[in-house]
């Protein structure tokens, strides 16, 4: 063998260790965080948005055996023949699925089954990157690594859902920490107008939704340094916020009073004194923790109230390094929609993102849910705006 091939596969042999190494790690990451968990924790689905802690666990093994050990390793036999019927998630071209609204249903398979399958697809998986370094399939096992990431999230997220609608209001553990206060006064930094560039532009992962590299001209604009408080919002809530139907569009009105809306999800008002529901249960409201669980339209509707605005996904990104980012998703102006020169993947995996590109906004940084090392500053999630069970929150902005 050749000094250059040597080297090529050695080369080829590290990045297949560190592959292998952080595929476990996520692996075992997802299973710690539904340690705490009782057996019925697993399979509520209070609404259609909120999915069962045993279906996230079967959905991110179902993704490794769909597009990696089927395709790839030799003589590979499927857990199970109905599993992709179960877990896919909504992958139009691969196959009938389960609809959204009936995993709460699922009763079967058993919690005990799902584990059974996350084990035989690990080490099924073990064994294909320990003998193949296909660069095709350490980019798609890179790809599964982080998409298991985005549903870790999902999945602490979920399940204050489904704690949190419990009428015991029970707590996840003692330890999870979500309401960090500020210490600092909020300054606003001013960004003078110029053509910036925006985009992912590196060699490390980033998803196809951040590519597109391309130049926005940005007016003059000062940014908050601090997310929006508890205490702020609350002389929002107080100031009758919610009750004045000239801060809110005309979607948002009709949902306010349909849902009858008053305060930010998991607020509880007793004798005028507010709480919150946490993972760590209920606890007294901190007025200098940054506010979360808002919707789009609440905070919207809380910078109309200020006379500022939301910045546009653009004017965050150039921003970011001016203010500490990552303990809420901050909602933003931006419509979600591709980037000049955007092209989505080849196949089913071009239903990741691109499928979702209408009537949604963009949300940048990332939350205290989020795991490490898997957002990016050109980072772009998105949800509806009526959401909020996210840990969703809002930074403001002025124009100069």
Known sequence: MSVFVNRVHSFFMIITDNLLTSFLKTRSDTEEICAPLQIEDYVIQPIVDVSPPKWHLGHTTWFFEEFILSKFLKDYTRFHSEYAYVFNSYYESIGKRVIRTNRGNLSRPTVSEV?????YVTLNMQSLLEYNTNAEIQKLVEIGIHHEKQHQEL???????????????????????????????????????????????GNDFCYDNEQGVHKVLLGEY?????LVSNKEYLDFIEDKGYQNSLLWHAEAWDWLQNEDIKTPLYWYEIDGHYQQYTLQ?????NPNAPVTHLSYYEAFAFSQWKGERLPTEFEWEIAQSYFDWGTRWEWTESAYSPYPNYKKAPGALGEYNGKFMVNQKVLRGGSVATPKNHTRPTYRNFFHPHLRWQFTGLRLVKDK
């Open 115 to 119: 584990y059974e399958y996350r084990d």
């Open 155 to 201: 999945l602490l997220t979920d399940i204050k859902y489904i704690l949190g609608n419990n009428p015991l209001l029970p707590k996840y553990n003692d330890t999870f920490t979500e309401h960090t206060a500020y210490d600092a006064i909020t300054e606003y930094n001013t960004i003078e107008a110029g053509i910036y560039e925006i985009g992912y532009n």
């Open 222 to 226: 000062a940014i908050a340094n601090q």
């Open 281 to 285: 249960g209920v606890k007294d409201l």
